[in-house]
């Protein structure tokens, strides 16, 4: 596997190759996944915070006050 300092050097002279135009475009390419990879972990961190929460921990000892006979029409 490539190292990181090495993937930021190999990229770096691409980029001293492209005119300002084309390295604009791969900033905000970066942006666009570093935004979409943060997205991600701040989903990841709110489903583990959820799924730990009690909040809805009453709900179990709910009993169900509908039943399928209460339907009206039943879809297939």
Known sequence: ?????T???KTVSFLEKMSEDR???VLHFAEFLQSKYEEEILQKG???LSSKS???K???KEKDIYTV???K???K
């Not at 596997?1 to 300092?5: T, Y």
Request: without cysteine; glycine residues 0%.
């Open 46 to 48: 709110i489903e583990e």
């Open 23 to 25: 390295i604009v475009e």
């Open 73 to 75: 029409e039943k879809y």
């Open 7 to 9: 993937l930021i050097n």
């Open 54 to 56: 009690s909040s809805f």
């Open 1 to 5: 596997m490539i190292h990181k300092e």
């Open 69 to 71: 006979s209460d339907l």
């Open 58 to 60: 009453y709900l179990e």
